[in-house]
């Protein structure tokens, strides 16, 4: 094998170990190959007693994974259908930012499935065992208090979104592209169907919940609101915290490119 | 039957949501269930099936009842920001009783197999064959994202039978001009306790449990409206 071949296949080695010591989202900002099923930041029985190992499992090795190798397969049909697309060849980011420069036989795929591998991700990513009901702290809890008053306001406009939202879908707290380098922008909460993300609308989110019946079923049955409880018990605010200053790096790398 | 004795008998009853009415609102309730809520298995399970009527069902029952509650004030104080705002809410509650009522009737203890008569003669004429006809509901119905059915319908303007999909509990009729004949769920809480994830098995296995002999009364009477 060439030997430049022999560093990039090190090197992509290196990578696929070193996210497994990392946030579940982090690979999205770039491109691979082909994406593994990313790995929890704790066991499948981490998130009891409020998630269930049960759900946890089938949740990731079930929903997720299929959602990854729907992704892979339609990532690998479209660029070797199109050999001079770049779009095909960016990362997932860039693509669900760009969902409408898709082919339109390959759209719908990539919208669900590369919707889905991301969404998941970010899901993980906020939440760990153990952390009580805590109230947010750092950038986010400021913010949040900024916007919508105070905690228990943000959180009670949460809620009733995620109790009232129809069918299958993610409420979010995201916030707005960012316009400076310096400043941050406001925070503002939305939800999307399916698995559309908040990201193909241009905005950076922080937090969200899953309440797609199988993040909750097995489990309450038809009681999404027992789920939504469960869920705000688990919320980890360092890991959002984390992902809002992960966001917030990669605009500034974006500044600097420019 | 005694679970379903438990749940009032209701027919159908045009509703006066009119402006100035005097006739006071008729309350939609569950349908009666023909059979025992363990009467599915091994397809669908008793704990499905007692969760998906008294739970769900029942659910957009008391939703769509306080939704067209709130739109008959609205309609009579004349506000329509409000009857507008209310629509999402109709839709997503009376679509969901409309649909679980067919659902409940579209299944039987006793169903499976394959239909015969002019039901059967449509479905080999505008699918080629019933095999054709169950791989096609089959795969689109699997294929929907989220939360939504899988429908065998029936065309009105050229009377052809044709299989399409709705999202969350969009009703068929309203939404495609498709009279319903036979509807599959596949909102996860119509599997997830017994299949979970695997959605293609419980598609796979709904079969055995059709009632033919109900799809076919719809597709009949669906066919002699169409006439007149």
Known sequence: MHPVCILLVLLSCFSVVSSGTSAPYH?????????????????????????????????????????????????????????????????????????????????????????????????????????????????????INTVFGSFSAFREKFTAEAASLFGSGYVWLSRQSSTSA?????????????????????????????????????KHQNLRAKHIGDWWALV?????????????????KVHEDL | MLASRLFTVARAFPKHAALGCLVPRLKHTLPDLCYDFNALEPVISAEIMKLHYTKHHATYVNNLNITEDKMADALKNGDINTTISLQPALKFNGGGHLNHTIFWTNLSPSGGGEPTGDLMTAIRDDFGSFENFKKELSATTIAIQGSGWGWLGFNPVNGMLKVTTCANQ????????????????????????????????????????????????RFAKARMEKLQ
Do not use: F
């Open chain 1, 182 to 218: 310096t400043a941050k922008p406001p925070l503002v909460i939305t939800t999307s169907q399916n698995q559309d993300t908040p990201i193909s609308e241009g905005l950076r989110p922080v937090l969200v919940i899953d309440v797609w019946e199988h993040a909750y079923y097995l």
């Open chain 2, 170 to 217: 969009d009703p068929l009729e309203p939404t495609t001009g498709l009279v319903p004949l036979l509807g599959i769920d596949v909102w996860e809480h119509a599997y997830y306790l017994q299949y979970k994830n695997v959605r293609p098995d419980y598609v796979k296995e709904i079969w055995n449990v059709i009632n033919w002999e109900n799809v076919t009364e």
């Open chain 1, 27 to 143: 690979g999205i900002e770039k491109y691979a190959e082909e994406y593994p099923l990313p790995k929890l930041p704790y066991d499948y029985d981490g998130l009891e007693p409020q998630i269930d190992r049960a759900t946890v499992k089938v949740h990731h090795t079930g929903h997720h994974a299929a959602y990854t190798t729907n992704m892979n397969a339609a990532l690998k049909e479209w660029k070797n259908d199109d050999t001079s697309d770049s779009l095909s060849r960016s990362s997932l980011l860039r693509i669900l930012q760009n969902l409408q420069d898709i082919p339109v036989q390959y759209r719908t795929k990539l919208r669900n499935n590369v919707g889905g591998y991301v969404n998941h991700a970010l899901y993980w990513g906020c939440l760990s065992g153990n952390q009580g009901n805590r109230t947010p702290t750092g950038t986010v809890a400021a913010d």
């Open chain 1, 236 to 252: 980890d605010w360092e890991a959002v915290n984390v992902l809002d200053g992960w966001w917030a790096k990669m605009d500034v």
